[in-house]
């Protein structure tokens, strides 16, 4: 089940750059990316809501993902 947290960071904890939304995740889940026109990446950050563990995931659209 997805839960969209309240206090959500500025950018993202893994990559350190910004991101379009954030959803986390306690159940299982499939991402598949290779040809999605949103997301160009998705970084994962483990977590505890309400002392279960839960993941971040932080959605990154292929402008924010953008390789210089």
């Not at 999605?36 to 970084?43: A, L, P, S, T």
């Amino acid at each position: 089940m997805a839960h969209i947290p309240s206090d959500t960071p500025e950018t993202c904890p893994v990559c350190e750059t910004a991101y379009e939304s954030i959803s986390v995740h306690s159940e299982g889940l499939m991402i598949g990316l290779d040809r999605n026109e949103q997301y160009r990446r998705v970084c994962f950050q483990p977590d505890t809501v309400d002392g279960e563990p839960h993941i971040q995931f932080y959605h990154h659209t292929h402008e924010q993902a953008r390789v210089d």
